[in-house]
């Protein structure tokens, strides 16, 4: 049999040999402990490193990226300030504006080896300038990346001027999921209202969910139990999700104890996205200043799937980051106390794995025979360096097209009684 590419010598998380892998028409064709009598266009000696389904970015906003300093930088940092800056900024949104910084975006995420991204869409504006720019860009970057659009009300679905309409609107124009903010809402009973209104649209349009969920260190922000029981009620297990939930952190034990069981009855999928949890909770704490992140280790351990979210970068809420799904992993081992060997194993299930069942994108998802040839291979030979180190996304591939490659750096010391500079690998 002739391949059009064979990976040799690659090694797949949790296995305990390497393998070598024969790719065809876009797919792979065979994933088998060698084959040496086979050849293929084209032959990449992966020398024992780390091959990954392509990353996932379960939850960023697209539409806010790359706008830090404009109108101005927050200065405080705050949640709330970034929300003022935003709605500064909302008003000179332009089509072209949107698009760019998107597309722009997406070609940092893509370089790093994120090939499925879920974007909130900002839905609070008369114009959905946003929403027709994200749009086009779901279309234009099918080549390198599989874009998901939320219908995002930002500013509330009851507390915006005509909230009902604009989201319903979102649903017609294409936007694939219904989002929420119950907890921004002004009383807790326009929140509850808002999650059942994301429920009817859901049903009426046949959507999934994904709401902003209890995003406050507010321990008395409970509307995840109301996400939860309509799920149950309406009977989409499965298919909604809740972001955020950063009050769960606060919460009584025993009332996350309720809470967490019912999240697993009901399925209901979790986000934590630790760049904007750890920069935006614990704003109006002293000292102790709590972290702020919802239950990932508790939630994993009752058997709610988790994802991750970059969320922002370099936005009005967080001005750093680059779009680096790993980075995002790391900080959620030192956010969530998983340092354990193997709950560093665990970590990059967020960002792969357990993100695909969260996109529900499963059927074409994973490094399995007959499935689609998308895969990362990284400059690391495991999942435990590949996070400690960051390393570089040597090829990326998608549909067994390669779509991005990265040069790994090199650091080389210079001593006074050496000839020659020796190379620093930051290997043991
Ligand atoms: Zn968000």
């Not at 597309?103 to 929403?131: F, K, M």
């Not at 124009?173 to 807790?188: D, N």
């Not at 972290?291 to 508790?298: D, L, N, Q």
């Not at 040069?407 to 010391?413: D, E, G, K, Y």
Request: glycine share 6%.
């Amino acid at each position: 049999m002739q391949y059009d590419l064979i990976i040799r010598h690659a090694q797949l998380h949790r296995h305990q040999n390497p393998v070598d892998i024969a790719i065809k028409d876009g797919r792979f064709a065979r994933i088998t402990a060698s084959l040496p009598d086979n050849t293929a266009d084209r032959e990449i000696d992966a020398a024992g490193r780390l091959i990954t389904p392509p990353f996932i970015n379960a939850h960023v906003h697209l539409d806010a990226v790359l706008t830090v300093g404009q109108p101005r930088y927050n200065a405080s940092g705050t949640l709330l300030e970034g929300i003022q800056i935003w709605s500064e900024r909302k008003p000179t949104l332009t089509h072209e504006d949107v698009k760019r910084r998107a597309l722009e975006e997406i070609r940092w995420e893509v370089a790093q080896g994120t090939l499925h991204i879920r974007s909130h869409v900002d839905i609070c504006d008369p114009n959905l300038t946003a929403l027709r720019a994200l749009l086009e860009v779901r279309e234009e970057v099918r080549d390198i990346c599989d874009l998901q659009l939320v219908a995002f009300p930002q500013d509330g679905i009851l507390s915006f001027p005509n909230g009902h309409e604009l989201m319903r609107r979102a649903m017609e124009m294409g936007c694939g999921l219904v989002g929420g903010i119950p907890h921004y809402e002004w009383t807790r009973d326009m929140g509850v209202e808002d999650v059942h209104y994301a429920f009817a649209l859901a049903k009426e349009f046949n959507r999934d969910i994904d709401c902003h969920c209890d995003e406050t260190d507010d321990p008395h922000s409970r509307f995840t139990e109301v996400m939860a029981t309509d799920t149950l009620q309406q009977g989409w297990q499965g298919r909604v999700t809740a972001s955020h939930c950063t009050a769960m952190h606060s919460y009584d034990n025993a009332y996350a104890f309720k809470l967490i069981g019912l999240l697993a009855r009901a399925q209901v999928n979790v986000i934590a996205n630790p760049f904007d949890n750890a920069v935006l909770q614990g704003r109006f704490d002293t000292y102790p200043k709590r972290r702020g992140i919802t239950r990932v280790k508790e939630l994993l351990a009752a058997g709610v799937n988790v994802a991750l979210g970059h969320d922002s970068i370099m936005d009005p809420w967080f001005p750093l980051g680059r779009g680096d799904m790993l980075a995002a992993a790391q900080l959620a081992i030192f956010l969530c106390h998983m340092s354990g060997y193997e709950e560093i194993n665990d970590i990059l299930d967020l960002i792969t794995t357990r993100a695909a069942r969260t996109l529900r994108i499963t059927d074409h998802y994973g490094i399995e025979e007959d499935k689609p040839a998308s895969f990362v291979l990284l400059d690391a030979p495991s999942a435990f360096e590949a996070l400690r180190l960051l390393p570089a996304r040597l090829h990326v591939f998608k549909d067994g097209r390669e779509i991005a490659h990265t040069t790994p750096a090199h650091s080389f010391l210079h001593r006074q009684n050496e000839q020659e500079a020796q190379e620093v690998t930051y290997r043991p």
